[in-house]
């Protein structure tokens, strides 16, 4: 299928699924772009440069920003959020 769409319309679709949602025909392409992508990255390393540095800040810091562990509730400080205590499992 990568022969018939470009590069870039693969890794554009945001995964969302409004088009799906607003599609007349129930065409459920969204699982087809995702198995695109995972197929350009695992077989082939192929997929925007961009990526690198989210991929980089996932291995790093186990988030995609680049925050370390100790910033991550930092952009709630001035909200009325409560923060619950450190455990082990939280699922």
Same mark, same amino acid.
């Given at each position: +299928?990568? @022969?018939? &769409?470009?590069?870039?319309?693969?890794w554009? #679709?945001?995964? #969302?699924?409004? #088009?799906?949602? *607003? #599609?007349?025909?129930?065409?459920?392409?969204?699982?087809? %772009?995702?198995? %695109?992508?995972?197929? *350009? +990255? +695992?077989e082939?390393? !192929?997929?925007? !440069?961009? %990526?690198?540095?989210?991929?980089?800040? &996932? $291995?790093?810091?186990?988030?995609?920003?680049?925050?370390?562990?100790? !910033?991550?509730?930092?952009?709630?400080?001035?909200?009325?959020?409560?923060?619950? $205590?450190?455990? @082990?499992?939280?699922?």
């Open positions: +299928m990568m @022969e018939r &769409l470009s590069a870039d319309a693969v554009a #679709c945001t995964t #969302c699924h409004a #088009c799906v949602d *607003a #599609c007349p025909l129930y065409i459920e392409h969204v699982p087809k %772009l995702t198995d %695109l992508r995972r197929n *350009a +990255m +695992m082939t390393m !192929e997929y925007p !440069e961009q %990526l690198n540095v989210a991929m980089g800040n &996932l $291995e790093s810091g186990s988030n995609p920003y680049g925050f370390g562990a100790h !910033e991550r509730g930092d952009w709630a400080s001035d909200l009325d959020v409560k923060i619950g $205590e450190p455990a @082990e499992y939280i699922y």
